[in-house]
């Protein structure tokens, strides 16, 4: 997958930052099968999903075939202020991983 499939929306409120985002990618299960050729399309969907705010983990997801396309989180945490980074590491089934940064607002 390319670079930059993580769009985030993270914004600080007094003690908590709150955290909104979405992973655009096709989570194929690896269960149909192409309509033209017949043959089974490949699974390819992320398997790890990490966020990190001052070298801390704040968020992870173990995902699978069972998640839809383009899926979305939602999830608060105690910390944070404005200028922060975020950071998103994601391991995909086919063994591609990416790292991506974000900035609290």
Not at 5 to 14: D, E, L, P, R
Not at 76 to 89: I, P, R, V
């Amino acid at each position: 997958m390319a670079k930059g499939i993580i769009k985030v929306k993270a914004k600080t409120s007094g003690e908590k930052t709150k955290v909104k985002l979405m992973a655009k990618h096709i989570m194929e299960s690896g269960q149909r099968k192409d309509k033209k050729t017949g043959e089974m399309i490949p699974a390819m969907f992320l398997k790890e999903l990490k966020v990190m705010h001052a070298g801390k983990d704040v968020f992870m997801a173990n995902l699978g075939t069972a998640i839809s396309k383009n899926p979305y989180f939602a999830f608060n945490f105690a910390g944070g202020t404005k200028g922060d980074e975020l950071t998103m590491t994601w391991v995909e089934s086919t063994g591609a991983t990416g790292t991506e940064i974000a900035k609290i607002k």
